[in-house]
């Protein structure tokens, strides 16, 4: 009897188990699908048709799929939903939203978002204008 409880046992654990070893999860790639850059707007495109904006940006830092970007000085265009709200991170109180049209050449941005592979774009998720405090 005391046999049987242990294969049980042993059973609910392995059942338990499998599921997250074979998803995955806490593997030392990590997702590669998403990206994240920190850079500096080079160029902002906002079509009046289609259902996304566009932002040239020359990135600083970034996830490894952005790395060859920075060691390169290469710019790279960050694809954005026109539904995205782009969200301006201010000192206290913290932050706002605004339109894509108040970002300008030289302003400092995170982004966050997908990697769509076959077509080679980056599509954001997140956008996020990062103001500093005046002196």
């Known amino acids: 009897m005391k046999r049987w409880m242990v294969v049980a046992l042993v059973a609910l654990l392995a059942a338990g188990l499998v599921p997250v070893a074979v998803a995955g999860i806490g593997g030392s790639d990590g997702d590669r699908s998403q990206f994240m850059v920190e850079g500096i707007v080079q160029s902002v495109d906002i079509p009046v048709d289609g259902d996304y904006n566009y932002v040239v940006l020359m990135p600083t830092t970034g996830t490894r799929d952005v ?24 000192p206290p109180p913290g932050s706002v939203a605004i339109p894509l049209s108040d970002v300008g050449f030289g302003d400092s941005v995170l982004a966050r978002g997908v990697i769509d592979r076959e077509a080679a774009e980056y599509v954001a998720f997140r956008f996020q204008l990062m103001s500093y405090a005046a002196d």
Do not use: D, G, Q, Y
Not at 67 to 90: D, G, H, Q, W, Y
């Open 67 to 90: 790395k060859s970007f920075v060691r390169n000085a290469t710019p790279m265009t960050i694809k954005l939903p026109k539904s995205l709200a782009v969200i301006e991170c201010v």
